[in-house]
């Protein structure tokens, strides 16, 4: 049982540089989030994905952009990378509003 | 605006007795509730939910109160044991969004 599959694990980037980070779900799950957590911050939102074809802006979104093209995926990406964004991001998924959400390992990025 | 809070960043208990953790919101629109448990350098796992339309739900030692009227829920653990050391998070989900939102989390620490 694969459930939340996030890759990479950790990551260094240089200012100004992009990356994607992926998320895959086997559960088929509709739902998707993607969160990041700053020391002593909890869990901000970013985007949220309620089906395949649709997202939606969370708590934190300017930086990052998502695209949800099948119900398994749902890569976050970095343009210009920002030591702002130095986090660890999880992505979660869920079968629906109401259902509990399973969450990834985390990848832990930072940008120097 | 923080939407949902925990205003305890920390709770020492001693083992056997209770541990009590709490959790307020602001927005009346959510209607369901979830706990997460968090361990260090692992993404969070689901703990115990409740709908909105119930006050009590309870799963072995693990008891969620909701107050609706005061926008307050609380997580009962009893007895502590050790191992539930570990960061707590409340979040609420939006009747009308597809959105889960995170507090900043109460770390609990059970002392033999």
């Known amino acids: 049982n694969a459930g939340v599959t996030q890759t990479p694990k950790f990551r260094i980037l240089k200012i100004g540089q992009s990356m994607t980070l992926q998320c895959t779900q086997d559960m088929n799950h509709n739902y998707m989030y993607w969160y990041r957590q700053d020391p002593g911050m909890g869990l901000k939102l970013i985007y949220y994905?309620?089906?395949?074809?649709?997202?939606d802006k969370g708590e934190v979104p300017n930086g990052y952009n998502v695209s949800r093209s099948t119900t398994e995926d749902f890569p976050l990406r970095l343009e210009l990378a920002a030591p702002s964004q130095t986090s660890v991001y999880f992505c979660?998924?869920?079968?629906?509003?109401?259902?509990?959400?399973?969450f990834g390992q985390g990848t832990r990025l930072t940008v120097v | 605006d923080q939407q949902v809070k925990q205003n305890s960043p920390s709770l020492s208990v001693q083992e056997g007795r209770i541990s009590i953790l709490n959790c307020d919101y602001t927005n009346s629109m959510f209607d369901y509730f979830l706990w997460y448990k968090k361990y260090p350098a692992e993404g969070p796992t689901f703990l115990i939910s409740?709908?909105?339309?119930?006050d009590k739900n309870e799963d072995g030692r693990f008891t969620v109160f909701l107050n609706k009227s005061a926008k307050h829920l609380s997580l009962h653990i009893v007895p502590s044991q050790p191992g539930d050391s570990a960061v707590y998070f409340c979040?609420?989900?939006?009747?009308?969004?597809?959105?889960?939102?995170f507090g900043k989390g109460t770390k609990l620490s059970v002392k033999p």
């Open positions: 979660a998924s869920s079968y629906s509003r109401n259902t509990e959400a399973f």
């Open positions: 994905s309620v089906g395949a074809g649709i997202t």
């Open positions: 979040a609420a989900s939006d009747t009308s969004q597809g959105n889960l939102i």
């Open positions: 409740i709908s909105s339309i119930k």
